[in-house]
């Protein structure tokens, strides 16, 4: 099964050093340490001979991040009972996922982002082709792009970007004609560094 693969590959991930610091774990824009809040996204892979990745795609009237390709997820409200409760909550509330449909594997590493979240990425397995329904205030669409493009290092960029008078980087991923970046691109690729993709395979 899909979801015992991806289990073995992300403990063995998470057992052995991959060279995984600071700077890939936190906005390359945080100077100094920062109070954050507890959030969540749900790395959502459908469970096909070639595995896929369930990506949103902002609304573009939303105040923050208007149009960026996003997992979906949120704040771990005071009602969640874990970060893996909110992730769920909020893919239901996003995109309509029904919670018992996911496959829960595990987490994989956290990312501190500049607007003051401690992000956990919260990996499951759900069935191919479900009918998800976009919440239009949050979401314009959702899409599917091939786990193994999205995981390729050959695929991602590293690209800098000036702030307040220092260069930065951040990493970028384009795939049809969507753009990956920022949080979402540093989670994938900290993720692929956690999973072997051979260990993937049927």
């Keep these: 099964m899909l979801a015992d693969r991806l289990r073995a590959a992300l403990t063995e991930g998470h057992a052995r050093d991959i060279g995984i610091g600071l700077s890939d774990t936190r906005d390359p824009r945080i100077r100094e340490d920062m109070v954050l809040a507890p959030a969540a996204v749900l790395v959502a892979i459908t469970d096909r001979p070639e595995p896929g990745l369930i990506l949103t795609q902002r609304a573009a009237s939303l105040r923050k991040h208007a149009g960026q390709v996003a997992f979906p997820g949120g704040r771990v409200d005071e009602g969640d009972a874990d970060e893996t409760a909110a992730a769920l909550r909020e893919a239901q509330e996003e995109i309509g996922l029904p919670p018992r ?102």
């Design 101 to 202: 449909l996911v496959d829960i594997v595990g987490t994989s590493d956290r990312y501190h982002t500049f607007t003051g979240f401690d992000i956990i990425p919260v990996l499951g397995v759900i069935p191919p082709d479900l009918p998800l329904t976009p919440q239009a205030s949050e979401v314009a669409e959702w899409f599917e792009v091939p786990l193994s493009y999205a995981l390729d290092p050959a695929n991602r960029l590293r690209k800098p970007i000036e702030f307040q008078g220092e260069q930065r980087h951040f990493y970028e991923i384009i795939w049809e004609d969507k753009r990956i970046w920022g949080i979402t691109a540093a989670i994938l690729a900290n993720l692929s560094r956690r999973l072997n993709l051979g260990r993937l395979a049927a």
